[in-house]
Nanobody, 131 residues
Framework: EVQLVESGGGLVQAGGSLRLSCAASGFTFEDYAIGWFRQAPGKEREGIQC???????YSAESVKGRFTISTDSAKNTAYLQMNSLKPEDTAIYYCAADPVMPCFLFPRPMGTNNDYGMDYWGKGILVTVSS
């Protein structure tokens, strides 16, 4: 059974940092692209970071220079390091995995399956940034 489990969320003051983790199981982690998405209240889900199996990455303009994606294949875990957090970063953060997603095509449109082209999703974790 494929599982993606996010952890590390919580409440942080503006300007602070958090590191989210995404623990993966049930698939060959190093063969998959990992994406981080977020969804703020009343807004559409936004793809913010991607790392593919060849190490190429994508970062949305909204987080470029502040957020960094990384993976540890030995631990089957992906990370999202978030620095210089702003109140507008408040959202539920999701990790997702896909075997064929190239990061230069990330993020894909939501699509008819509402999956943004990603096969597997975590349940999400809340990050709240106070002003």
């Amino acid at each position: 059974e494929v599982q993606l489990v996010e952890s590390g969320g919580g409440l942080v003051q503006a300007g602070g940092s958090l590191r989210l983790s995404c623990a993966a199981s049930g698939f060959t982690f190093e063969d998959y692209a990992i994406g981080w998405f977020r969804q703020a209240p009343g807004k559409e889900r936004e793809g913010i970071q991607c790392i593919s199996s060849d190490g190429s990455t994508y970062s949305a303009e909204s987080v470029k220079g502040r957020f960094t994606i990384s993976t540890d294949s030995a631990k089957n875990t992906a990370y999202l390091q978030m620095n210089s957090l702003k109140p507008e970063d408040t959202a539920i953060y999701y990790c997702a995995a896909d075997p064929v997603m190239p990061c230069f095509l990330f993020p894909r449109p939501m699509g008819t399956n509402n999956d943004y082209g990603m096969d597997y999703w975590g349940k999400g974790i809340l990050v709240t940034v106070s002003s």
